[in-house]
């Protein structure tokens, strides 16, 4: 996906890098397949902010997108259109089904218009086509994949990203996945994954530039805990403007201990025991 940059006509414009959009083929999105949803305002019933730093939105409609199609077996289709997502960094492709039914799909890299995909046992090992891990090849890029059997929680759905199959264990019916992260994790060989990558992998190098743009995006400005009252942050305003690296107790905002090596991942999370090897990245 092309991008391009500015002429800096405006300050605001002076560095700015954005869509070019020339690989978008449909601009008004399918009405059946799209919500509006209300903001809260980052608040809950007590109206108490439970998100920082947020607030501020632009209208927009919520692409209702088919992760799973477990109701799609062995039914082909075809790629009528490619849309963009206000509300993800991928692209996504309108697809119409034999039985007449049009569903959204991430787009992954190299989509084209007019071409077909399906899903389960009978698919061909290609771009777009899910099936089960025990289906694909070692080697092979995967992206959209199941955490467990029949589960609406997915993985690999940002733009630019995909899991690779490492390996296989047949008698334990597991399938050794490696990240993006670089972590390898265990799955079970009857969950399902889209073969290929993610596209829009330019989506790296967009520069925001101006402040009004994050406040489209739902983003406020950050405020330094040094410059906080004492009901906001632990670390205020009579710290001074001293390093957080010589505070003798680096805390967050609610008074959790934050200091260089710490791990904050749960100990007795569900899913540490799918980890195989912990990542190196990041």
């Known amino acids: 996906m092309p991008i391009k940059k500015y002429k800096p006509y405006t300050p605001s414009r002076r560095f700015m890098v954005w869509y070019d959009f020339s690989d978008i083929t449909k601009t008004k999105p399918e009405k059946s397949l799209t919500v509006f949803i209300w903001k809260t305002g980052w608040r809950n019933n007590k109206w108490r902010t439970t998100s920082r730093f947020m607030g501020g939105w632009h209208k927009r409609l919520y692409r209702l ?20 997502d206000p509300y993800r960094t991928s692209r996504i492709a309108l697809v119409a089904y034999a039985d007449w039914e049009k569903r959204y799909v991430l787009a992954w890299k190299w989509i084209k218009v007019w071409e077909f995909i399906m899903n389960w046992k009978d698919a061909p090992i290609q771009a777009g086509n899910r099936k089960q ?25 940002t733009a630019w990203s995909s899991a690779t199959i490492a390996w296989k264990d047949e008698i334990q019916k ?47 400005p950050h405020v330094l805990w040094k410059n906080m009252n004492p009901v906001d942050h632990p670390h205020w305003w009579w710290e001074w403007h001293s390093s957080i690296w010589s505070k003798r107790w680096p805390k967050s905002f609610s008074g959790k201990l934050v200091a260089p090596g710490i791990k904050t991942r749960k100990s007795k999370k569900w899913s540490n025991k799918f980890i195989v090897s912990k990542r190196t990245k990041n």
């Open 65 to 84: 997108v088919d992760f799973q199609g477990y109701d799609k077996c062995d039914i082909k289709a075809k790629i009528v259109s490619l849309e963009y």
């Open 174 to 220: 597991l399938v050794f996945i490696k990240l993006s992260s670089w972590e390898v994790r265990k799955f079970n060989q009857d969950c399902r994954a889209t073969i290929w990558e993610l596209g829009n992998e330019q989506h790296k190098n967009i520069v925001i530039w101006k402040a009004g743009r994050q406040r489209w995006l739902w983003k406020k």
């Open 133 to 157: 891990l025990k289906d694909i090849p070692e080697g092979m890029n995967v992206f959209n994949l199941e955490v467990t059997p029949f589960s609406k929680w997915k993985l690999i759905k």
